[in-house]
């Protein structure tokens, strides 16, 4: 089991039945970078890897 699995644990059992929207998402991902500037490049990654999950030319 990866560390982060248990926040994904947390997450989902926290906040699974809930609804956002992307630019919920992306806002608080920006909250987070502004707290934490250190994970400025996962956070980043983890945005681009969200938008492009549908794009065939990237597998």
Request: net charge negative.
């Given at each position: 089991?990866y ?8 997450l ?12 919920w998402l ?7 970078v502004?707290?934490n ?17 549908d ?5």
């Amino acid at each position: 089991m990866y560390f982060t699995d248990r926040g994904l644990e947390e997450l989902a059992s926290r906040r699974g039945d809930e609804e956002v929207s992307f630019d919920w998402l992306a806002e608080q991902m920006r909250t987070f970078v502004d707290l934490n500037p250190e994970f400025e490049v996962p956070v980043e990654r983890l945005a681009t890897w969200l938008a492009r999950l549908d794009d065939e030319d990237d597998e």
